[in-house]
């Protein structure tokens, strides 16, 4: 089912998916709501999912940037009272980590469990910095036609390992970018919200249950962060991924599926 909310005149298009106690996917930068793999789907076999575009992305609104994760965060919000929503497990995977983060520190009693993904306290010290390989990647991106520019990102967030052993998967990510991507002026508009996000000091007060999932080849989020979250956040775990890269759940969702499934139900 394909719905629209609104937060301040900004439209929001999410899908439901599944029955269950419900569960909000927050997407990273660049990618709207299609752009998660397999896992939505799997996790629908046990949880309503609801997925939805970010501002700047798909099929919602693209206003003027720059954005703030403050008001992505509030976006999020308005999809669950749209959707009827009273609380909810949330996933956040990278720039969706943040939005997250920021979801059970300014709206606590919305936010049931915390799963997330490929992502990190905020951009700021003491946080560790993007690494420099994809310091590079996204500096070149901007200078690149369309095609040349998401072919170079899919396979500097995919990993070594994708591009090596899973070539049809680039092939398959890199269509859907084609087909999906933002706007350039909507990507940058997410990535100021991103790159001036810090919350080190705050998710100290983070309350929900929280599980952390990062793979250790990731060249966009540096692993590290990690331990930074696991460390900082009361009642986190950490589930690391071997020799994976930033879009470990589009490689792993078969293998992570199972892992959210446990740390929810429990």
């Known amino acids: 089912m394909t719905a629209t909310a609104t937060n301040d005149g900004v439209k ?45 992305v798909g099929d919602s609104d693209v206003p ?19 959707a009827g929503i009273e609380s909810a497990h949330v996933l956040g995977v990278s720039l969706g980590g943040f939005i997250a983060q920021e979801l059970a520190l300014s709206y606590p009693e919305r936010v049931r469990k915390l799963v997330l993904v490929s992502t990190a306290p905020g951009m700021q010290p003491p946080c560790h910095p993007m690494p420099q390989r994809g310091v590079e990647a996204f500096a070149q991106f901007q200078t690149l036609d369309r095609e040349a520019g998401f072919r170079l990102m899919v396979e500097n967030s995919l ?32 990535a100021v919200a991103g790159a001036t996000f ?22 966009v989020v540096d692993p590290r962060n990690a331990d930074l979250l696991v460390e900082r956040i009361p ?5 690391l991924i071997a020799d994976r890269g930033h879009l470990a759940i589009w490689e792993e969702g078969e293998s992570v599926a199972p892992v959210v499934r446990e740390f929810l139900r429990t």
Do not use: K
């Open 12 to 56: 929001l298009v999410y899908d439901e998916q599944g029955d269950g106690e419900p569960l909000l996917f927050v997407q990273g930068l660049g990618y709207d709501r299609f752009g998660f793999g397999p896992l939505p789907r799997l996790l629908a076999e046990d949880f309503r999912v609801v997925i939805f575009d970010n501002r700047g």
């Open 64 to 82: 003027e940037g720059p954005y703030s994760v403050p008001e992505m965060a509030a976006d999020a919000i308005a999809v669950l009272d749209a």
């Open 159 to 190: 990993g070594d390992h994708g591009v090596r052993e899973r070539p049809e998967l680039v092939e398959e990510i890199y269509r859907y970018r084609l087909e999906r991507g933002p706007t350039l002026a909507g990507w940058q508009a997410q």
């Open 198 to 219: 810090d919350a080190y000091d705050r998710i100290g007060a983070i309350a929900a249950p929280t599980l952390v999932i990062q793979a250790d080849d990731d060249c």
């Open 235 to 239: 009642d986190a775990r950490l589930h």
